[in-house]
């Protein structure tokens, strides 16, 4: 999607191995997502951020940190993987205000997702 | 809690005008709602939102009732890249926790 890329696209990784899950984002958006799709369960949030190192917990935050050291960059780290951790993650960018309104924080703008297996 | 419902799936033929419904009976005075899309492998997409007044755009129409309780989206002409699962979400300006639900499977028909 243009102006929001995730990295990487696929990974396959084993059972207690850290993993970090870019985003990267020329938008110059001020807020930024992490979400996981499972089957069943549909987009939940996991964590978010609405500046340079401000960020806030999701529905889903257990074992997932986040950093974001530069507007532009908002990294997903599982410090420890495990199974359940199996999942398709997406990035979304938004801005604060859209078209001068305070509803547009949220008109989101997705990646294209990456897909996560640990086995 | 789900604060919205909408139908698990629906078929509807291409060309036709597409009406997707959600009811949102809980819905509070300042909150909006927000309609978004995924097509199978791809990240969701942002359609439309409204708070009260109907709303449209280059995709879609966004019809909510006067009481708030339901809206309807509508694809004018609906095509076959249009089939996907669509979300609405019912949420706060500035809320930043959108809730996406499981959506409604919409499947466009030739």
């Known amino acids: 999607d243009a102006g929001i890329t995730q990295s990487p696209r696929h990974k396959v990784t084993e059972t207690g191995t850290p993993v970090t899950l870019r985003c990267h984002q020329t938008?110059?958006?001020?807020?930024m997502y992490w979400y996981r799709q499972d089957p069943g369960h549909g987009l939940r949030l996991i964590h978010y951020?609405?500046?340079?190192?401000?960020?806030d917990k999701g529905e889903v935050s257990d074992g997932y940190s986040v950093s974001r050291s530069k507007t532009e960059d908002f990294l997903l780290t599982l410090e420890s993987a495990t199974s359940s951790q199996t999942s398709v993650y997406f990035c979304?960018?938004?801005?604060?205000?859209?078209?001068?309104?305070?509803?547009?924080?949220?008109?989101?703008?997705f990646g294209a997702g990456s897909r996560l297996t640990v086995l | 809690d789900a604060k919205t419902t909408q139908p698990t799936s629906m078929d509807c033929a291409e060309g036709r005008a597409a009406n997707l419904p959600c009811n949102h009976s809980t819905i509070s005075g300042n909150e909006y709602v927000y309609w978004y899309r995924q097509i199978h492998s791809q990240g969701p997409q942002y359609i439309i939102h409204?708070?009260?007044n109907n709303e449209t755009n280059e995709m879609a129409s966004l019809i909510i009732t006067e009481d708030r309780k339901s809206s309807t989206l509508i694809l004018p002409h609906a095509t076959l890249r249009d089939t996907a699962v669509y979300y609405c979400i019912v949420a706060l300006s500035g809320n930043n926790r959108l809730a996406f639900g499981k959506g409604n499977q919409v499947v466009v028909i030739p």
């Open positions: 951020s609405y500046g340079v190192k401000d960020t």
């Open positions: 938008e110059n958006h001020r807020y």
């Open positions: 979304a960018i938004s801005l604060h205000n859209l078209g001068g309104t305070v509803s547009g924080a949220n008109v989101l703008t």
């Open positions: 409204g708070l009260k």
